[in-house]
């Protein structure tokens, strides 16, 4: 019988282990450019976006430098089109900043504040997401 306990007890450790590891998601993207996020100013290179399973923070990593911020959302809403990927949105007037992280993971897409210059025209970029993990 206590052989039995402590297998189900380590049975239990490793489902919680597995499911805490299986709900973290990892997502990578291409910045061509220099761009704002959490009041950093970030250079142009890839990118390793995490979330955490419906968590509302992100952790954004140059997969280069290896330099990270993490990333606090504003609203959480639902994304304006549907796309077979995650995408990333920024919006560009002298300078480009993060508008919206959607992971297409079942969750909202999230939304980032940003001052929008008075009397300036914004442009809108918006680049996909790929799954999978940083080296």
Not at 72 to 88: H, L, W
Request: proline share 4%; glycine share 8%; aromatic share 6%.
């Amino acid at each position: 019988m206590k052989n039995l306990t402590i297998n189900l007890m380590l049975a239990t450790a490793a489902l919680v282990v597995a499911s805490t590891t299986a709900s973290a998601q990892s997502m990578r993207v291409t910045i061509p450019f220099t761009f704002n996020a959490g009041g950093n100013t970030l250079e142009p290179g890839t990118y390793s976006v995490y979330d955490s399973d419906g968590q509302k923070l992100f952790r954004l990593r140059n997969i280069g430098t290896g330099h990270t911020v993490l990333l606090s959302p504003q609203v959480a809403k639902d994304p304006q089109k549907a796309s077979e990927n995650g995408v990333i949105v920024f919006n560009c007037t002298d300078g480009c900043a993060l508008k919206q992280i959607w992971t297409h993971t079942g969750f909202p897409a999230q939304q980032f504040a940003g001052l929008k210059p008075e009397g300036k025209s914004t442009r809108v970029m918006e680049i996909r997401l790929v799954s999978g993990s940083a080296k």
